[in-house]
């Protein structure tokens, strides 16, 4: 895949996932657009705190998350997200195999795999 495919294919996944959480959420989180859109019925959950996805290889997402108070950990948070997406995404993508996610300044960081995150069933 090209740059320009891959950053389409990524825009894709974060629209995916958003589209899970304004379904699966409706009644909870709603109007959900962009990440931080979250943050309106969740102030301290880590994924509002998403400002860019990637994807640096087809099949592998980076997600960075800005700056912000942690709710447990740097670890716990990223850890949170990283499994989530991958739940999430992974259901509806079989070829997502590995999510990483990071802080703006590159101090933490978390590799969630399909492996260790594979879809559930039913």
């Known amino acids: 895949m090209t740059e320009e495919e891959l950053a389409v294919w990524a825009d894709e996944k974060l629209q995916?996932?958003?589209?899970?959480t304004n379904e699966g959420?409706?009644?909870v989180a709603m109007d959900i657009h962009q990440p931080s859109d979250f943050l309106k019925w969740y102030?301290?959950?880590?994924?509002?705190?998403i400002v860019s996805v990637a994807a640096p290889a087809y099949g592998e997402l980076v997600i960075t998350l800005e700056p912000y108070k942690w709710e447990s950990?740097?670890?716990?948070?990223?850890?949170?997200?990283?499994?989530?997406t991958m739940l999430r995404i992974g259901e509806r993508e079989p070829?997502?195999?590995r999510i990483t996610?990071?802080?703006q300044d590159g101090k933490h960081s978390?590799?969630?795999?399909?492996?260790?995150?594979p879809p559930m069933e039913g």
């Open 16 to 20: 995916q996932w958003m589209d899970d």
């Open 110 to 117: 978390y590799v969630a795999t399909r492996a260790q995150w």
């Open 95 to 97: 070829n997502l195999e």
């Open 101 to 103: 996610v990071l802080t």
């Open 43 to 49: 102030p301290t959950d880590p994924h509002g705190h």
């Open 73 to 84: 950990s740097p670890t716990d948070d990223l850890a949170y997200v990283g499994s989530n």
């Open 25 to 27: 959420w409706e009644d």
